[in-house]
């Protein structure tokens, strides 16, 4: 359910805007100071016509000008901390909630930020983020100050004279209809807004990561072509926005005129009959104009107040997503003896419907090998997933040492594994940060004595800094082998019992596969592993393979038992070697 405008407001305001209470004292009373000097000078103007234009008092003549350059140094110092100190929350506020939404991120079921594109996260990240930062900044130099400057030109106006008063203020609600009326509006606009932005940011991604796919494809118009749609879309209602917002100053400068005509109207009447001076009538019109001004402010914060809170909408929508799989520190920590894994009367559909498993059982036993084989689609990949709980199991049971992995700590299960896959992933960093991910108490030498293990130390030494070599976004500036020797150095140093490997050999070249197999040789002694491959030849020597078809293991055994027992192994075995 969608928090309503106000329920965002409130907890903005309570979870991170509180607890600056004695900044925003601080700005309070310095919005005091700005509103009161504001009106001061307003005022001033009256005892200046009189005193020195009427009277001809030469000390006023002195008084008055010192009067009003202090006046507005001080409304200017004021203004500056006002400013300052809204600058230092509203930056404090931006990076609380980017900690929260990161926080939310890593912790997300995985079902969840797969259905999403990365792009969109990054736009709520980016820009979401930045309108709320605009909106909490224009919060407090705006609204906060531009309503007690106009609270104190009233005063100012009630001073001089409470009737004229009265009539300037009967445009106020006209003013009000207008904003609210316009702010409407700007909330669709926003809300559009924003999405056109978060599919800007998806597609700009997908073109930087696809670019190699783009060029040998030679579809590099086509590209440009939906680019420049989703540009003009976004562009488009980006002006929406902008056009929304600049729709309340024509109506508040007619407003304004409206109220300064009849102001002067009746306030030229009552000077010809002998009931207001001019000093006073100046002093008026000139606290009126300055009125109009914060009255046009309010107009216009109201829209950026809008946009805003659509924006924490969707920040919220990712704060407040529910997870299936919890991180209750309450459970019991995972023991690990033997590392036996038990598959029970497993049924798993993907969120999206599709039937991934049925009635799947069957047995690792500790300390051993198991390879999944079968067709693309057969469920291989699932049942990897399930085992470090990437995914929410409902239906069945998966036991590790007897110990259902839905009624441990979720850290301690994954503490217990280690996986690798042919999806490498490898962050923009060292190649001594990307090995010492496994283990981030690990010393120098633990790292390249788990880079040998990998057959990866050899590469590291040649390249240009060793160790200390950045590597790129995911790895860009290594071969394939060399960054699954990476990843494999990595798991290694992790040192887990039990060892997922998902096809890490399926993209590799003959030299790259039996480099990479030597160090998988490494990583699995004396662990339970199991290993989904595309290549048989490389499961030949495991303890038992399983054959999987659509979700369900439909036969088991040795290599050679297989060969010699089982239809679909056999045809499989073959038609690689066929292939091969």
């Not at 995911?474 to 990476?486: A, D, H, N, V």
């Not at 030849?537 to 393979?545: L, Y």
């Not at 036969?555 to 297989?562: A, T």
Request: aromatic content about 8%; overall charge positive.
């Amino acid at each position: 359910m969608e928090l309503s405008n106000q329920e965002v407001a409130i907890r903005i305001f309570k979870t991170q805007i509180k607890k600056y209470f004695k900044e925003i004292l601080i700005i309070f009373l310095f919005v005091i100071i700005t509103s009161l000097t504001t009106a001061f000078i307003a005022w001033l103007l009256d005892p200046a016509i009189k005193k020195i234009f009427i009277e001809k008092n030469t000390s006023m003549l002195i008084l008055i000008p010192v009067a009003i350059i202090v006046t507005f140094l001080i409304k200017a110092l004021s203004i500056f901390i006002v400013r300052m100190t809204t600058i230092k929350i509203a930056f404090n506020v931006l990076r609380n909630i980017q900690v929260l939404m990161t926080g939310k991120i890593l912790i997300s079921d995985l079902s969840y930020l797969i259905e999403k594109h990365s792009g969109k996260f990054i736009s709520n990240f980016a820009n979401d983020t930045r309108i709320l930062l605009s909106t909490i900044m224009a919060f407090s130099l705006s609204l906060v100050k531009e309503s007690f400057t106009l609270i104190a030109l009233l005063g100012v106006m009630f001073y001089q004279d409470w009737q004229l008063s009265l009539v300037a203020i009967t445009m106020i609600p006209f003013a009000a209809y207008a904003s609210k009326r316009i702010g409407k509006k700007m909330q669709k606009a926003a809300s559009e807004n924003l999405d056109a932005f978060g599919n800007f940011t998806k597609f700009l991604s997908e073109i930087l990561r696809g670019t190699s796919v783009i060029q040998i494809y030679q579809r590099e118009k086509e590209e440009l072509k939906k680019f420049s749609e989703i540009i003009n879309l976004r562009l488009k209602k980006e002006k929406k926005v902008e056009q929304t917002r600049h729709r309340a100053g024509p109506i508040m400068e007619t407003i304004n005129a409206i109220a300064i005509a009849l102001v002067i109207l009746f306030a030229g009447y009552r000077s010809i009959q002998g009931a207001m001076e001019i000093g006073q009538f100046v002093s008026f019109l000139t606290a009126l104009m300055m009125a109009y001004q914060p009255i046009k402010a309010l107009a216009g914060i109201n829209l950026t107040i809008q946009e805003g809170l659509t924006a924490a909408k969707r920040i919220y929508k990712i704060i407040d997503q529910s997870n299936e799989i919890v991180h209750d520190s309450k459970l019991p920590l995972l023991s690990i003896g033997e590392g036996k894994i038990e598959f029970k009367d497993i049924n798993f559909s993907y969120p999206d419907g599709t039937i991934a498993l049925k009635k799947l059982n069957f047995e690792v036993k500790g300390k051993s090998s198991a390879a999944l084989v079968g067709l693309s689609g057969s469920g291989k990949s699932t049942i990897l997933n399930l085992i470090p709980r990437f995914y929410n199991l409902k239906d069945g049971s998966i036991k590790i040492d007897e110990q259902d992995i839905n009624k441990v700590q979720l850290e301690s299960l994954r503490k217990n594994i280690s996986l690798v896959s042919q999806d490498i992933m490898l962050f923009d960093d060292t190649v001594k940060a990307n090995i010492g991910y496994g283990d981030i108490l690990a010393n120098e030498n633990q790292i390249k004595e788990a880079a040998k293990k990998a057959a990866a130390d050899e590469f590291i030494k040649n390249l240009s800094n060793g160790y200390n070599t950045i590597i790129g976004e995911s790895g860009i500036k290594l071969s394939g082998g060399q960054k699954q020797r990476l990843s494999i150095a990595r798991a290694i140093l992790k040192n887990s019992p039990i060892i997922l490997l998902d096809e890490a050999t399926s993209a590799l070249d003959t030299e790259s596969e039996s480099q990479v197999q030597k160090a998988i040789e490494n990583l699995i002694e004396n662990k339970t592993t199991i290993i989904i491959a595309h290549r048989l030849s490389t499961v030949k020597n495991v303890n038992k393979i399983f054959v999987i078809e659509n979700g369900a293991v439909i036969e088991q055994g040795s290599h050679n038992e297989l060969i010699n027992d089982s239809v679909v192994y056999k045809k499989l075995y073959n038609q690689q070697n066929l292939n091969n």
